[in-house]
């Protein structure tokens, strides 16, 4: 129950913070502890094919910015699009989280600096050779032992060719790697799921080709109201798979049918040096 009163405090204050918009600037802009800026994956864009940009957060040592699930505390990071006309942007991709603890909370976010990868697409009549400007609002919770508000208007300006587009000399590679830390939607791994008395049980069956053994892993929940995030998750080897437990807010209102989420692991979800987040989304059956 907590961190949904932390986070309806956060939801009032940064009311406040959306109301001080300055002027849209291009290239890094740095808070207290944080530097953003908008970027792109390419150089030029074309008519009505879609490309990619990005909020680069890049933290200071031992600061971070919050997931799309923040946890016990914190505000996940939002981004208000100001566009020309027949533009449309999609939403956040975001990359697997980090666990963080800090005075006695569970909180889910970056202490690495993070691409949020949001997909745009120009409109098929975009005129050639006229450049257009791209402008955001991004709002952030900057926290280490204390947290601040963060934010910036930002913009970034592109050439319109009539030519597939080129990737971008400095922000192409790390795109790239950027997609590496996107959660996996399909790796071959299967989900089964049950509950009872408040536990959350989810079976993790591999692909019969993965020869490597997964350690440690642990779940993120997506919806911020369901489980509790300090009990550990007991990740369990079995004889056909895994198991992990999540125990359920007892504040939740009704018994959940699904639950869905990221799974990460440093072990590599398609063997070692592989990607270590695979997206989970499971059907709740109840235990027999």
Known sequence: MFHVIFRIALLVAVAGWLMSAQAAVEGPVRSEYVEAELVSEVESI????????????RHDPHWHTYWA?????????MLVWDLPDGFEAGDIQWPYPEFIEMAGLVTHGYERDVLLLVEITPPDNLEVGQPVRLKVRADWLECKEICLPGGADLALTLDVRDESPRPHEKWAERFTAARAELPLEDAGWTFQGTRADGVLRILALPPEWLETEIE????YALDPELVEYLPPQNWTRTDDGY???????????????RIRGVLVSE????????????????????AA
């Open 46 to 57: 074309r008519p009505g094919v879609p490309f990619h940009v990005a909020l680069s957060l």
């Open 69 to 77: 699930n923040p946890g016990d505390s914190g505000l996940e990071t």
């Open 216 to 219: 440690e892993a642990r779940f």
């Open 243 to 257: 198991t992990f437990e999540l125990q359920q807010d007892p504040t939740y209102g009704h018994e959940p049918d």
């Open 267 to 286: 072990d590599g979800w398609r063997g070692p040096d592989s990607e270590k987040a695979l997206f989970v989304d499971v059907h709740l059956e109840e």
